[in-house]
């Protein structure tokens, strides 16, 4: 079955630094890759995804990347705030087909933005 | 439209009790699925469910867990006899369909175990 590795566990940036959280995955069936963002206490939240027919999708100052050979795919915060001090978590998936398209989690990174 | 509702929110059994979680996801979702998030861990998938039908059970234990997700009402993880490694937190997602788009999750229930 699929395995997702996420790296680095904890990630502590200087506020306006650019933040980057990278997940490995095994199964190359995976075609869809969702990004989550949860704070304390709270449910996960989708903050951007990205499908494997594309290599990059930006939403603002949030970014993914894919390289489906390596099977590898990146999250890219730039100019972090204190407020996107949450832990991040990458998954992914196969959809389309008639698959049921459940979501395989990384363990998650802790990521803290200092003032 | 209000977003995926769980309740409770937190939950306290003592070990040889039932809990029960309820999961009522977006509206014109018909799709739930349920995860568990150990400490420290990532968020594990467990079951599967459309309307009246349980489509994949891989990734719940076979004993003492149930789910259902009747015709009318919210989606249900049964729990008998809860142990202390029961206690997490369990989330549930819902998609308006299988494996073609996101899934947007609940707030979760945290259940403890005494």
């Known amino acids: 079955g699929e395995n997702v590795e996420q790296h680095p566990s904890t990630l502590s940036v200087q506020e306006g630094d650019s933040a980057v959280i990278k997940c490995t995955y095994s199964?190359?069936?995976?075609?869809?890759f969702p990004w989550y963002k949860q704070e304390l206490g709270k449910g996960p939240q989708l903050i951007i995804d990205?499908?494997?027919?594309?290599g990059e999708k930006k939403d603002q100052r949030i970014a993914v990347t894919l390289n489906k050979t390596a099977k590898h795919f990146s999250l890219h915060i730039t100019e972090t705030q204190p407020e996107d001090s949450a832990v991040y978590f990458c998954?992914?998936?196969?959809?389309?087909?008639?698959?049921?398209?459940?979501?395989?989690f990384g363990k998650g990174t802790k990521l803290s933005v200092k003032p | 439209n209000a977003g995926v509702m769980q309740n409770p929110r937190h939950l306290v059994r003592r070990r040889g009790q039932e809990a029960r979680l309820r999961c009522s996801p977006m509206?014109?979702?018909?799709?739930v699925y349920w995860y568990r998030q150990l400490p420290e861990e990532g968020l594990k998938f467990m079951v599967y469910?459309?309307?009246?039908?349980?489509?994949?059970e891989s990734g719940m234990p076979k004993e003492r867990f149930s789910a259902e997700f009747p015709k009318e009402g919210p989606s249900i993880l049964r729990i008998q006899q809860v142990v202390r490694g029961d206690s997490a937190a369990y989330f549930c997602?819902?998609?308006?369909?299988?494996?073609?788009?996101?899934?947007?999750f609940g707030p979760g229930t945290r259940l403890t175990v005494l």
């Open positions: 998954a992914a998936s196969v959809i389309g087909g008639g698959s049921q398209g459940n979501l395989i």
């Open positions: 509206k014109g979702h018909s799709h």
């Open positions: 997602a819902s998609s308006p369909s299988a494996g073609t788009d996101t899934q947007y």
């Open positions: 990205i499908r494997s027919n594309v």
């Open positions: 199964d190359s069936a995976s075609n869809y």
């Open positions: 469910l459309q309307k009246e039908n349980i489509i994949d």
